[in-house]
């Protein structure tokens, strides 16, 4: 099922990256069926919310990605 989803160029992606871009396909499947077009998608206020929070969840692991690569130069 992934294997739709993960290429060649986005072998290297996490697994938390990997379910993110599985929800947002398959909510475009749910709510567009027939004819696949994202920009057809109703923002809501949950919407917006969910993706503030999906990104600020990103921001914090590359946040701690990047102190964790510092910590370790500095040992």
Known sequence: MNACIVMVER???GER?????RSAKDAV???DPGN???EKITLTDGLLT???ST???H???L???EAEKKRKEVE
């Open 11 to 13: 072998a290297l992606l």
């Open 29 to 31: 499947k749910f709510y």
């Open 36 to 38: 696949l077009r994202p």
């Open 59 to 61: 921001r914090q692991g």
């Open 17 to 21: 990256t990997i379910v993110g871009l």
């Open 50 to 52: 969910a993706v503030r």
């Open 55 to 57: 990104h600020m969840h």
């Open 63 to 65: 946040d701690e990605e």
